[in-house]
Each structure stands twice: as structure tokens, then as C-alpha cells.
């Protein structure tokens, strides 16, 4: 069996991370980027971010002579079969999906098109709203390549949906595969190479048109930012009953089979590249349609509000923050990340200083991508303990699990105030709240029988 060679267009999280898990199995892979720096980085084996084990199988590949990284993107083209687009969709400021860089790839992919002389596939892989693929990039390739879709080229939508912190075993052992495709010749073509890429484990793949594998992407993130919105606004209720936990509801709901667990942690809301701004990407496409995004709007509400809950609660522990000394534990918009796009600690960060508060902060990763964002207005720091020495008030912003060590000890002992804001939930209620200032999204005021109770709700 001949492999098929691939290109990708965007060696950022989701292109770099695809590029390496081909290439893993064996596949003769090139990516592309126009960011020089970039591309210096991976050809010498340096992830540009923090993902786990991306390094090792980044270098091993490079070694192996199964990946390379390059800026030209024409001959990459002209030495592949099939070219997959990944390159960032970010959001204008009305909200709506800013296509830029998806038309420029699309410039490209015409270009070498016109010169290439076998058939070739393209992959979407970029999230995009719906009409994108039909509309936007078919269109321009045919202008650019002088060929039409179909004959000497093929096209297809394939969403990604592997999470940051994971990405690398996402992208080896995905829930399933979505192929939107122009015409059967596409989706055989792609439907084959995950086949032989995953042999016996190919998950469920569905087949369908191009501009609903597009609004799958959408409507999959759109749902799961629906149960974190959705269970910040029931913590909100909780935080008004006393003795009533949100993380207990959480449980009691989770083991409905037809609402599951994940992703039903209340805390400071979602931040990331990806759910933000697709909710609002989708909401500006919705309002294009003359459909009113109800829905969509308040999830959009509860998550824009949610950061200002630890201010609130800070408040409602100190008082003023004037002169306070704030202690932020976590600056990745998730653990196990260095990405700081759409971080809820950077509101949280700027709304402590407006307060007048002074800010330490700490991150196992993403700290010198924050503090090329926030420069000195904070001060870093090198471990949690670092961090809360003399504070005030802690707040956990990022759920790492190094924070999940530390216990009441630490923070009685090297604190100003021992007054910690559980913003992720980490922290067993019954043991923190018993010994220092204990604070909590979805916590209502803790009673005697409420620590009864608890002993009854194991995992
Ligand atoms: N990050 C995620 O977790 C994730 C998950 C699923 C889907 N997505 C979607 O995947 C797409 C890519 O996201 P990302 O997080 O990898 O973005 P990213 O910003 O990390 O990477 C995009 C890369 O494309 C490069 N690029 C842009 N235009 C280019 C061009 N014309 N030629 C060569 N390189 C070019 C940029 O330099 C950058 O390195 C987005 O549509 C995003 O919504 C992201």
C-alpha cells in the first residue's frame, strides 16, 4: 500500500499536533507555516507550546525523516497528495469569524494547483462557519488553479476536535471522525486515509455535505459551552442556599445517562481559543441567517460574567482591595497548557488592578506567555508557595494538579490572611472551610450538618 503524503497548512496547535501524529504512523508529512520562528523551532525539535509528549514524538519524527516544517508552502504542495488547512479562524470585533488567513491558504492551495499535475485533496481543518467550504475556499482555489473542484482536485470539511492538554493522544485516538465532502471521490480518498491510519481502532465515521460537518464543529462546542454556562448559573443558585454545594448537583445530575458528568464543573467560566470565540462566530452567523441566537446569547452572557464572580467573592472576604495583596494560582486557560487565548485570569488579573490590589501570580506553564501580555504590572513567581507568601487572599484560577497538593497547612502558615477562593472547585469543602477562610463558586454558606452530609457523597 503507497501512503499518501501530506501537507498542512498552519503548524499551530492543531496543525503541528495532526503533523506529528501522522508522521508517528508513518507518514511522509510537511508542514507549513509563514511564521519564520516557527519554523526554525520545530525543525529543531522545540514544540512552539507546551503539550504534552508533542516533544518527544516531534524530535523522533523529525529524526526519522517523516516530518519536516517549511515556509513554502507551493513546493509542499507539489511533493503532497493531500493538504489539510489549519490555520487560525479568530473573531473580528463584531464576533463574526474572521476568514483571512483561510482565504490566504486558499491563494496558496490555487497557486500550486495550477502547476500540480496529479489529483489533490483538500482538507479543512480550520473551524469555519457553515457555507465556508462551498462558498469561500472552492471558489478561490478554482480562480487561482484555473481547475475545477471535482475534476483534478477534490475538497473536504474535516473539524478538529482534539482538546489542548491532550492534543496529541486526541489526535491518535479520536471519539470519532466527521467527513463533510464535495463529492464521493473526497470522501472516499479521506475516509481511506484514517482507515489505514487507525486500522482496527477507526472510531465511528460519519459521512455527510460539506456545510453541516461544518456546523457539527460548531454545534459540539456550542453544546459543551451550553453545560458549563448552565451549571455556573445553577452555582448561582446554590451560592444562595445554605448548605447546598454545586459540585453535589453536579454529581446528582451527572449520573442522569442522558446528561453524563463532564463537563459540569462550575467555576470561573471557559476561556481557550476555540469556545469563545466559535460561540460568538456562531451567534454573528445565526444573526446573518435573520435566526434570533437566544440561546446561544445567554450562554455567551454567563461565561463573560463569570471571571467577575472572584472579584465579588474577594470583595465579600477583604473588603476594599486597595493595597490587598491578591495571590493568583493558574494563568493557562486550562491545565496542562501554556495558551493563554481568552484566559479568564487575564480579566481576573486587570480587574484585581483596576481594584488597586497587588497581584502575585503563578503557572507551571504559561507564565512567560502571560508576561509578555501583562509585562510588570504583576509580580511572577517560581512555585505556589512563592506565590501566597504574605497574601491576602488566594484565588485559584487554573485547575493544575500541582494546586491540588497543597492543603490548609500551607496556606495558614505562609499567608497574610489564610482567605482562599476555590474558583475551580479543587479543595474539599469540609476540611479547607473548617480551617481558614474558605470560599467557593457554588458554595453556599457551610452548616454543621452539611459536613454530615458529605460523608455520604463518595465519588
Ligand atoms: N486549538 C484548539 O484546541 C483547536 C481545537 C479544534 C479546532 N481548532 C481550530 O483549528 C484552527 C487552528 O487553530 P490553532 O489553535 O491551531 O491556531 P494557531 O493560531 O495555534 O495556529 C495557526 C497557525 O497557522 C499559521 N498560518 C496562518 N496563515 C497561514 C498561511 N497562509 N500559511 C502558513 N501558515 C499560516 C500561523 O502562523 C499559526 O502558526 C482554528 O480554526 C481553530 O478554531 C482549534
Redesign the pocket.
Known amino acids: 500500500m503507497t501512503r499518501q503524503r501530506i501537507s498542512i497548512?498552519?503548524?499551530?496547535?492543531?496543525?503541528l499536533c495532526i503533523a506529528v501524529g501522522f508522521a508517528s504512523k508513518g507518514y511522509k508529512v510537511i508542514a507549513?507555516?509563514?511564521?519564520s520562528k516557527?519554523v526554525i523551532l520545530i525543525n529543531k525539535g522545540i514544540p512552539?507550546?507546551h503539550e504534552a509528549g508533542l516533544k518527544d514524538l516531534l524530535q523522533e519524527n523529525l529524526k526519522e525523516g517523516y516530518l519536516e516544517c517549511t515556509l513554502d508552502?507551493k513546493e509542499a504542495i507539489l511533493k503532497t497528495d493531500i493538504t489539510f488547512i489549519?490555520?487560525?479562524?479568530p473573531s473580528k470585533r463584531d464576533g463574526s469569524i474572521n476568514l483571512q488567513?483561510v482565504k490566504?491558504?486558499a491563494r496558496?492551495i490555487g497557486k500550486a494547483l495550477k502547476e500540480k499535475e496529479n489529483y489533490h485533496l483538500i482538507v479543512v481543518?480550520?473551524?469555519?462557519i457553515p457555507g465556508t467550504t462551498e462558498n469561500v475556499v472552492k471558489p478561490i482555489i478554482e480562480k487561482q488553479s484555473g481547475k475545477r473542484c471535482g475534476e483534478e482536485w477534490g475538497i473536504c470539511v474535516n473539524?478538529?476536535?482534539?482538546?489542548?492538554g491532550s492534543?496529541v493522544n486526541d489526535t491518535l485516538h479520536p471519539d470519532r471522525i466527521i467527513i463533510g465532502e464535495y463529492d464521493k471521490k473526497s470522501g472516499d480518498m479521506l475516509e481511506m486515509l484514517y482507515r489505514n491510519l487507525h486500522g482496527e481502532q477507526t472510531p465511528p465515521l460519519l459521512r455527510t455535505n460539506l456545510s453541516t460537518a461544518e456546523l457539527i464543529?460548531y454545534a459540539n462546542n456550542a453544546f459543551l459551552a451550553m453545560k458549563i454556562s448552565f451549571i455556573n448559573h445553577i452555582a448561582d443558585i446554590c451560592e444562595r442556599i445554605p448548605g447546598v454545594d454545586v459540585t453535589v448537583v453536579a454529581k446528582g445530575i451527572g449520573l442522569d445517562k442522558r446528561i453524563g458528568r463532564l463537563f459540569l464543573n462550575a467555576g470561573l467560566g471557559y476561556g481557550?481559543?476555540?469556545l469563545p470565540?466559535?460561540i460568538k462566530a456562531l451567534i454573528a452567523f445565526c444573526k446573518s441567517l435573520g435566526h434570533k441566537p437566544i440561546l446561544l446569547k445567554a450562554i455567551n452572557k454567563v461565561n463573560e460574567t463569570q471571571p467577575y464572580k472572584a472579584i465579588k467573592l474577594c470583595k465579600e472576604a477583604l473588603g476594599s482591595l486597595k493595597g490587598r495583596h491578591v495571590a493568583i494560582l493558574g494563568l493557562a486557560f486550562k491545565p496542562n497548557t501554556d495558551?493563554i487565548r481568552e484566559a479568564v485570569s487575564i480579566k481576573i488579573i486587570k480587574a484585581l488592578l483596576k481594584e488597586g490590589a497587588r497581584v502575585t501570580a503563578y503557572d507551571p506553564a504559561a507564565t512567560p506567555n502571560i508576561r509578555k501580555r501583562l509585562g510588570n504590572s504583576i509580580q511572577y513567581t517560581s512555585s505556589p508557595i512563592n506565590c501566597i507568601k504574605n497574601a491576602d487572599c488566594c484565588i485559584i484560577v487554573t485547575e493544575w494538579d500541582e494546586f491540588k497538593k497543597l492543603n490548609p497547612k500551607d496556606f495558614i502558615k505562609n499567608m497574610k490572611h489564610p482567605i482562599v477562593i476555590d474558583g475551580r472547585r479543587i479543595f474539599d469543602p469540609t476540611e479547607f472551610s473548617r480551617k481558614l477562610d474558605y470560599w467557593a463558586v457554588g458554595l453556599g454558606k457551610i452548616e454543621e450538618k452539611y459536613y454530615e452530609s458529605r460523608k455520604f457523597c463518595t465519588d
Open positions: 497548512i498552519g503548524a499551530g496547535y492543531v496543525g507549513i507555516d509563514h511564521d516557527k512552539p507550546f508552502c489549519a490555520v487560525g479562524t488567513y490566504n491558504a496558496e481543518k480550520s473551524t469555519v473539524p478538529e476536535f482534539l482538546r489542548e492534543a464543529k481557550g481559543s476555540c470565540k466559535d495558551d
